[in-house]
């Protein structure tokens, strides 16, 4: 017999009115302490959840029962807290650190891994989606592994599972761990239920209000039942600040050293070698990133139960994020641009040399440049995934799952106006703030200072997609004693491609004129940019490219093939007094790659397709034991893959070129994947219905690490056509030359703890309150080489401290609650031009939330994100400490009414 779940929520934001019903609690996940209390698996447990506080209380015991380690989010929980998409709720469990791009989450960390680590299911199958930072310093458009979990809103999920510990019915692929995300389903409701919410969203780096709107709509008719959700939201953001390129060696000539340089200065610049020589920033740049965003998602659910034996469920999902950027910078980076090499007009007038950086300088006969782009993105994600079950005999049942997804990202529109002016002066200054200080000694917002340099053009496109098909069975023994079985095959496709075109003007007699403006947004300063669609015009430049303009590298396909078995002993019984949850088994793999795109071949880049394939067994074993009524001990060790990145197995390579030099980065196809041993155990101390506290260790071990590879070498060598560089470069400019390689193994170890309680012990009013955090330590490094030699760095994205902290106050009529999120610095490249390491710095985002239940089901939500304004400060070298990019995204607040029919 099913029982009905109720839901009475009274908690903050969007879908959660409706949302916190769907929570749906199967009894895989909640079993008895006891196998004789355990109900029919076909029972879904009556649970009343009446607000945040409840809702905490509700994943608390999902996690206690489970085996194996997992953190669990539902319904009011995920929505409880401001968050503007899914990546923005994660960050909540402990172990989850997660990126930012314009104000928002992006991708997630899992204990110290990075996004590639992390699997993704959405509706019990795996999935894959891309997108674009309009910042060149976060990677562009991103064609990885790494799910971009800013594609959805968060109220769009019912329930999220995060599984850190690993298990043999669980598909292979997530060293970090797997993360599951379940729309809503008709059969969560006792019958009709709809709901509204309206939103206004505002930044304060901008100036407009812009909506967020929720809807759901379900209902059911004996054994059929449809549910229907859609959310939809626009996001004006406007991120701005200053940035280098890179830090490079300084090369100068005598000449181009001025008499106010002192001698001892001189003779560095001139003379010093090996770790005395200088570094100095490339193209010192004020820049602005604003984004108009626009996000919407749509999720159905058809649900056919007839009787007790049969379920058939099937989910349908539809999603987009679009991004209209204009971006504007002020750099020094006109032909003669200030990169590194001091020649030609320039001229150090004076300097400020701190360890081996040049952190002060005056520097004339530069030629300044503006720049402005704009670009337009989309992301559309569509998912359809049955799920069936029949119940063969009373002891037998089998499972079928039948998936496709499709995630397709498109940036049709890239186009980008610079500007030039000639032989002009900069001071800058990074001695005072990591957001440098530029003067110039011209007026930036004269047009007439401004003459036309260049124009390029871009497109970018990338399509994944999978196709799933699971069947799996499990016969129950009695006494709590399972096997599970079962095969699985899957097919991944990922192609995409990068074009560009770039047109120079400068050195040639005839120039066409621009249109210019001064910039439109919100800036450190202000100064004369081109008006992209005027210019466009006025030069005829084309905008409409084909594949004579595929970027060396970019224009790749894979496609892997997994076939996949496994078998699996479940134990739910009592030992010595004690209960004991238990699975055992092991997963047999199998995948064929068919990796195409060009490679060199001597001076020549030739179409290829290289083929490779590898299996293996991965064994799991999960113990949970329920010490006492209040204990939980976990133990847990089991073998894990992860897949190569995709730029790493492509059969391809990609040429980008700065004045005087440039970077080659070649992938390569007959990698293996990443191998891991992992252990962990945990101490859970459950305190009734106030709380918890949990203290968790593991260890990895990486048999298989793949690490990169970089020397510096003359562009002639590496056999890509000359067409491919820069301007005055030839054979012998040298580049900097990356390659992917499995290297020695590496290891990550760490502690977590998390807390949750409700201080219903102290006078009232002060019971209302409650706190939930956690804190997680971790650390593992890897071998890189970095122009010929080896060091040994922190893994990358592995930040050593994170720790989510909530202080929160809830009445039947209004609550309130403040957040915040710290992530500890963290490396996210090798780094390269003689920088040893690059990352970024800690961040401590702080949010907060407020409700009040109005009479008649209306409730009035109030939020405010990222309260601090707090700085993105990226840098290059770990000793060094150089200022790559520092930027802020500004405050955004929201005022809203949710009202549940």
């Not at 192609?495 to 210019?516: E, S």
């Amino acid at each position: 017999m099913k029982k009905a779940i109720k839901f009475d929520l009274l908690t903050t934001t969007a879908l959660s009115v409706a949302l916190l019903g769907a929570a749906q609690v199967h009894a895989a996940d909640a079993p008895a302490p006891a196998p004789a209390a355990e109900p029919a698996a076909d029972e879904i447990e009556a649970i009343v959840v009446t607000g945040f506080r409840e809702s905490l209380m509700q994943a608390r015991d999902i996690k206690r029962r489970a085996v194996g380690s997992q953190d669990v989010i539902v319904a009011d929980d995920i929505a409880a807290f401001p968050d503007l998409n899914l990546a923005e709720s994660l960050q909540r469990i402990s172990g989850v650190t997660i990126s930012r791009d314009a104000g928002e989450g992006r991708q997630i960390a899992l204990r110290g891994l990075g996004p590639d680590f992390t699997r993704t299911q959405l509706n019990g199958m795996e999935v894959l989606t891309n997108t674009a930072s309009g910042f060149d310093n976060r990677g562009s458009v991103s064609r990885t592994r790494s799910f971009d979990y800013s594609i959805f809103a968060s109220e769009l999920f019912n329930r999220v599972v995060v599984e850190k510990s690993y298990a043999a019915e669980q598909d292979e692929g997530g060293i970090g761990g797997t993360v599951g995300l379940s729309t809503a389903k008709p059969f969560d409701y006792a019958g009709f239920k709809a709901v509204a919410s309206v939103k206004g969203l505002r930044n304060a780096n901008t100036d407009k209000v812009t909506p967020r709107v929720v809807g759901l709509i379900s209902n059911r008719w004996g054994d059929f039942g449809a549910l229907f959700s859609v959310a939809y939201s626009q996001n004006d953001i406007n991120e701005y600040g200053y940035r280098n390129w890179n830090w490079t060696l300084i090369n100068a000539n005598a000449a181009n050293i001025g008499p106010g340089v002192s001698a001892a200065d001189r003779d560095r610049l001139l003379n010093a070698t090996g770790a005395n020589r200088v570094r100095a920033s490339q193209a010192q740049t004020y820049s602005t990133w604003f984004n108009k965003r626009e996000r919407l998602g749509l999720t159905a659910a058809l649900q056919y139960h007839p009787g007790e034996r049969l379920t058939m469920d099937l989910d349908l999902m539809y999603g987009t994020l679009s991004n209209d950027r204009d971006e504007f910078q002020m750099t020094s980076a006109g032909v003669n641009a200030l990169t590194g090499n001091i020649t030609g007009t320039q001229r150090l007038n004076s300097v400020v040399i701190q360890g081996d950086s040049l952190v002060a300088a005056d520097v004339s006969g530069v030629d300044m440049r503006s720049e402005h782009k704009f670009s337009h993105d989309k992301t559309t994600f569509t998912q359809a995934v049955f799920n069936g079950g029949y119940q063969v005999t009373d002891a037998f049942k089998i499972k079928t799952l039948l998936g496709y997804s499709k995630s397709k990202f498109d940036e049709p529109i890239f186009d980008k106006v610079f500007l030039q002016s000639t032989n002009k002066a900069i001071k800058y200054d990074f001695r005072n703030s990591r957001m440098g200080q530029n003067t110039y000694n011209f007026d930036l917002t004269d047009p007439n200072q401004w003459g036309l340099m260049r124009a390029d053009t871009r497109e970018d496109y990338i399509s994944s997609e999978y196709k799933t098909a699971k069947l799996d069975g499990i016969y129950e023994f009695g006494g709590g004693s399972a096997l599970k079985g079962g095969v699985e095959y899957k097919n991944f496709t990922n192609d995409g491609f990068q074009r560009f075109l770039r047109v120079d003007w400068y050195n040639k007699p005839v120039v066409p004129q621009a249109v210019k403006y001064v910039v439109n947004r919100d800036s450190v300063i202000p100064y004369i940019v081109a008006d992209i669609d005027g210019t466009y015009a006025n030069t005829g430049q084309l905008r409409d490219l084909t594949g004579a303009n595929d970027q060396p590298g970019s224009n790749y396909q894979l496609e892997e093939k997994t076939k996949s078995a496994f078998l699996q002993y479940d134990l739910n019984t009592t030992a010595w007094a004690y209960p004991v949850r238990a699975n055992i088994g092991v997963r047999y793999y199998s995948t064929d790659l068919t990796s195409a795109g060009t490679a060199t071949q001597g001076a020549v880049l030739l179409p290829v397709t290289i083929k490779s394939s590898y299996d293996g067994f991965l064994p799991a074993f999960n113990l949970a034991v329920d010490v006492s009524d209040s204990v939980v001990a976990r133990f847990s060790a089991n073998r894990n893959i992860s897949r190569p990145s995709l730029a790493d197995l492509r059969a391809a390579g990609s040429v980008s070129f700065t004045p005087f030099g440039g970077n080659i980065s070649a992938g390569n196809p007959n990698l293996k994947p990443f191998l891991a041993d992992s252990v962990e155990g945990s101490l859970e101390f459950y305190q009734g219905k106030s709380g918890y506290v949990a203290l968790s260790a593991f260890y990895k071990n990486m048999d298989s690490f793949i690490t990169s590879e970089t020397s510096q070498v003359p562009y002639g060598s590496t056999g890509y056509p000359t067409q491919f560089q820069g301007p005055g470069q030839d054979a012998s400019t040298i580049y900097s030359f990356n390659r992917p390689v499995n290297g020695d193994g590496a290891t990550i170890k760490g502690v977590e703890l998390a807390v949750q309680r409700d201080f219903d012990f102290l006078p009232a009013p002060f019971d209302k309150f409650g706190f939930v955090g956690n804190v997680t330590y971790a650390a593992g490094k890897s071998n890189v080489i970095i122009d010929g030699a080896s060091y040994s760095l922190d893994l990358m994205q592995l930040s050593k401290w994170t720790s989510n902290a909530t202080l929160y106050y809830e009445t039947d009529t209004w609550g309130a609650r403040i957040s915040s999120a710290y992530r500890d610095g963290y490396l996210d490249g090798a780094g390269g031009n003689g920088n040893i390491g690059s990352g970024y710095h800690s961040t401590n985002n702080i949010d907060f939330a407020a409700h009040w239940n109005a009479p008649g089901g209306l409730k009035v939500v109030f939020e405010g994100i990222n309260l601090t304004n707090q700085a993105i400060d990226q840098y290059t070298d770990i000793a060094a400490d150089r200022v790559l990019a520092y930027t802020k995204s500004g405050r955004t607040f929201t005022l809203g009414v949710t009202y549940e029919f």
